[in-house]
Structures are given as C-alpha cells and as structure tokens.
C-alpha cells in the first residue's frame, strides 16, 4: 500500500476546500481590501522624493480594508452568507471610491467588485445527473452537497416556450 506524503494529502485537502465555497471570489475581495487600508498611510520614496499619499480619510479606507478582508474571509469560512457578504463586498468597493484614494487606485476598487459579483453568481454543485437528484428527493434524501458550479447559470437547463405555448397565458395582443 502506497504511503502518501504530506504535502500530497494537504494538496489534496485544499482542492477540496476550494471546491466547496467560492474560494476566488473569497480571494478577491481579501486582496481587494489590501490596497484600500494600506495607500492612504504610504509613504513611497523615489531617491530624495518622499510621497505621501496620507487624506484626512485614512481611517475610513482602514475601516472599509479591514473589512472587506473580513469579508473575504467569511466568504471562505461562512460560504451559507455569501450573498450577503458579496453584496456588502460591492458596497465597500463603491464607498472606497469617494472615501480611500479612488478605491485604493481603482486596484481594491476593482478587486472588490469582482470578488463581490462572483461571491453572489457562485452556488453549490451536485454531482448526480438530474434524474437521480429528483429521485433522491422523491425518496425523501437529503442533497449532498459536492464541487462548486462557479455560476448560478449553470443549474438553468431549461429553454424558452414556443409562442403562445406558456401555460397560463393568453394569446391576447397587438399583433
């Protein structure tokens, strides 16, 4: 029996905690949070020139950074709370803008946003076709829950009604 190392089995288990959270949309908006809480206390120095891009908001971009990086973090460890945090997520990214040196340079700004919409379009996958997901749950068994889908599209299989074929619907119109 093949022993397998360590570095093989700890690879193998965050393959399997990405799979199941929005692990990039998690990452995005914790990098997203690092520009904005970190430009506004900056000093950058080119040979005798020091820039400071300190404002009169430096507390405000380290209060929306630091939890933008909260957010990401739940969106890692809390992934049942990701519409929320995606939609908070987006909501700080748009505030950095007026309030963190355009949104840590547009840099955040952008991360934020990305990260944000992704968090909210991701939904949990399930492995088993179709057929036998309404069989399990004809049968009273619970989903189980597996791999990402990375879209909420990507559940939709169904395709648009012929005209004047919707049920429910009259054929009433300007026609």
Known sequence: MPRTS???RGRVAFRHFRWR???WAGLFVLIGGLPIAYFP???LTF???TIRMATT???????IGVLLVVLGLTIWFQP???????????LLALVS?????????LVGFLCGMVGGAMSIAWMPGDARPAAARDAAAANGEPPVAVRGTGSA???????APERGKVPGKGNEGAE
């Open 6 to 8: 360590l570095f093989a």
């Open 21 to 23: 959270r929005p692990f």
């Open 41 to 43: 206390y900056a000093h």
């Open 47 to 49: 040979g005798q020139l």
């Open 57 to 63: 908001a430096g507390a405000g971009s380290l209060v």
């Open 80 to 90: 049942h709370v990701r519409i929320f945090a995606g939609v908070a997520a987006i």
């Open 97 to 105: 803008l007026v309030v963190s040196n355009f949104g840590g340079f």
């Open 153 to 159: 599209l990507e559940a939709f299989e169904g395709t």
